[in-house]
């Protein structure tokens, strides 16, 4: 027993505490209490939550189907489709432009500008950048529109459609054409506004981001309605729509350049590149023309046609030795950057486009072939009546009067009808003989055939073969009426008198001028023989008379201190609207000195009705008015000589 511990006495613990039922509280080292039961059926308690593993699982698969689409819509844009969508975000991104070229400018013989380009742009938008999906807002090509519409001065209406096209694909429509560099920045102001309110206020969005500018270039016209019909104009499309600039549209437009770049909302986008194909600019053109001359000739001729209540009418001034044309001037007129408000009916070049008969203006060839062909002289005596019958007509001159006995210089100067038939008889042993010999003269001096300017809507007039002449027209033509002709060819004629009888095809051009500055004359005129230097002497005297004689009717050309070479000329007139005989066709044509020739004018009136319509009483004065201006302005000094003074008359 003594080997036993003795017992350990147990040492009372703390006292436990009561619960308020009056039982204690468990103390350390107790068994835990018993969970309790599920609770009785009307008793309250607590819901019991399912297990969660299932919704997680459902979950993660979800996820997993999603992050699949995605990886597997990767793979198809990056590998599969990457080229089509690459294709479709340089579409969308890169934006190609043209660069016009500059349009060469027309200047005058001394360099006075008659047309030259200003720079402008072409209003242009991206219809595409307009849409629901680009702009977020339904009304975007309307807010634009009433935007643009007073700047540009279009319709509001005509720019929505513009903006909202049928083609939803389309990517370029042009808004407005060849506006001021005041126009465009307006527009790029309007935009920076934008943009910098859509930054801080999100409501605000950029209707303009697609709107654009292409750099274009716009047609003017220093002197207004001058030189209109050699000018010509140039079409909206940027194109010459008549006379030189339609012409020479292909030395004068130049070639287009192209420029590509990246854009982003609207703008350029500097860093990401761009290539560019500059643009060839145009050829400056140098014309014949005298700016002055023009200036003294188009008014000249412009004040006459309004004081005699004509249709019409022109003036050629031409060099007699060169060819080269100074002046071609018509009434009524047109300007040429206000085509809105020209009428129709005068634009082009009546001086080169109205085909009418001369009148006693061409007996100077008639009279060419009788010396040419030694058929009779200067003092050839001629017995005219008061009236001649041949065929079945019988002739008359312009005014009653007895027998008149002149020479044949005296034929030329009374302009006389008759005695220009009688004289033409004699080419030939028969009429039909006489009638070939006249013709050949007839296409010689250029009749019937173009004159070699190539000039648009040119005429060469209306010269029948022989053969196919007539009754009438036997007679008629060797004083000018039966044959059509425009006014340049009338001019031509009489420089080919005036220089010796050799014909030199007129000329508008006088070369062109690179953007270097290289200048390249035209090339030189052709040059042909019409009749001996001996005859066209001998008709430059017969062409004083009617000017310096008393018996002549081209007095009121007189000049003081030179002597004149002229003719009058006063034809029946075809109604280019009927085809009927209506009205005259009035006309003087000369060149002086008529010694030492420099200068030829032609000038021609349709159908005066108010006053005289008499060659030489209208067309006269504006002949000397002209012929002074273009004298002086050359600085082509009187000869001293005195004139032939051939006689006109004979007594029997």
């Not at 703390?14 to 059926?41: F, L, N």
């Not at 360099?111 to 807002?137: H, W």
């Not at 009338?490 to 270097?516: C, F, Q």
């Not at 017969?542 to 009717?553: A, H, I, K, R, Y």
Request: glycine fraction near 10%.
């Amino acid at each position: 027993m003594s080997d036993r511990e003795p017992p350990r006495r147990r040492v009372p613990g703390p006292a436990r505490p009561v619960r308020p039922d009056g039982r204690r509280q468990p103390g350390p080292g107790a068994r835990p209490a018993r969970r309790p039961g599920p609770p009785r059926p009307g008793a309250p308690g607590t819901i019991r939550l399912g297990s969660p593993r299932p919704r997680l699982r459902m979950i993660g698969l979800a996820l997993t189907l999603v992050m699949t689409a995605f990886v597997v819509r990767l793979l198809q844009v990056q590998a599969v489709d990457a080229g089509t969508y690459t294709a479709k975000a340089e579409r969308n991104r890169y934006v190609v432009h043209t660069l016009p070229a500059e349009r060469g400018g027309i200047t005058d013989r001394n360099g006075v500008a008659l047309a030259t380009t200003v720079d402008s742009y072409d209003i242009t938008a991206d219809p595409t950048m307009f849409t629901r999906e680009q702009l977020k807002v339904g009304d975007g090509p309307e807010q634009a529109a009433a935007l643009l519409a007073p700047i540009l001065g279009e319709e509001q209406e005509d720019l929505v459609e513009q903006l909202r096209p049928e083609n939803k694909e389309l990517r370029y429509v042009r808004l407005a054409r060849r506006q001021t560099p005041q126009v465009w920045s307006q527009i790029k102001d309007l935009k920076t506004a934008l943009t910098k309110k859509s930054e801080t206020d999100k409501s605000v969005v950029n209707v303009l981001a697609g709107v654009f500018a292409d750099p274009s270039s716009k047609r003017v016209y220093p002197g207004g309605d001058l030189a209109a019909g050699i000018l010509g104009w140039v079409g909206a499309d940027g194109k010459g729509g008549g006379g030189l600039e339609r012409q020479l549209n292909k030395t004068l437009a130049g070639e287009d350049g192209k420029i590509r770049y990246a854009q982003s909302g609207g703008r350029q986008v500097p860093t990401a590149g761009s290539t560019e194909t500059p643009a060839v600019p145009g050829s400056d053109i140098e014309l014949t023309i005298d700016r002055d001359i023009q200036w003294a000739a188009q008014h000249a001729i412009s004040e006459q046609v309004e004081k005699s209540k004509a249709d019409g009418g022109y003036v050629i001034v031409q060099d007699t030795a060169t060819g080269e044309i100074l002046a071609m001037a018509n009434s009524p007129g047109f300007d040429p950057g206000d085509l809105a408000h020209a009428d129709p009916d005068a634009l082009g070049n009546a001086a080169l486009q109205d085909a009418f008969e001369p009148g006693s203006t061409a007996k100077v060839m008639s009279m060419a072939a009788v010396l040419e062909e030694n058929v009779a002289t200067p003092g050839t005596h001629i017995t005219v009546p008061n009236r001649l019958k041949r065929g079945d007509r019988l002739f008359k001159d312009d005014v009653d009067h007895p027998t008149w006995y002149l020479t044949l210089n005296g034929v030329l100067a009374k302009s006389s009808n008759i005695g220009t038939i009688m004289a033409t008889g004699e080419l030939g042993k028969t009429q039909a003989q006489a009638n070939k010999v006249l013709y050949d003269y007839l296409r010689k001096f250029g009749l019937g055939s173009y004159s070699g300017l190539g000039f648009p809507g040119e005429t060469k007039g209306i010269l029948a073969p022989p053969d196919q002449w007539s009754t009438s027209q036997q007679y008629t033509i060797p004083f000018g009426q039966g044959v059509s002709i425009n006014a340049l060819q009338a001019a031509s004629v009489y420089s080919t008198i005036a220089n010796g009888g050799v014909r030199v095809e007129p000329t508008l051009v006088r070369g062109t001028k690179e953007d270097d500055g290289r200048f390249t004359p035209a090339p030189e005129p052709e040059k042909t023989r019409v009749i001996s230097e001996k005859t066209a002497e001998t008709l430059s005297r017969m062409l004083e008379s009617v000017v310096d004689d008393e018996e002549g009717t081209g007095t009121k050309a007189r000049i003081p201190g030179y002597r004149v070479a002229g003719k009058t000329g006063t034809a029946n007139r075809v109604d280019p609207a009927t085809g009927q005989y209506k009205g005259y066709t009035s006309s003087f044509a000369g060149f002086a000195p008529a010694d030492k020739p420099r200068v030829t004018v032609y000038c021609a009136i349709q159908n005066a009705t108010e006053g005289s319509y008499f060659g030489g009483q209208i067309c006269g004065p504006i002949y000397k008015q002209v012929m002074e201006f273009a004298l002086k302005t050359l600085q082509v000094p009187p000869t001293g000589a005195a004139p032939a003074n051939l006689p006109v008359t004979f007594k029997p």
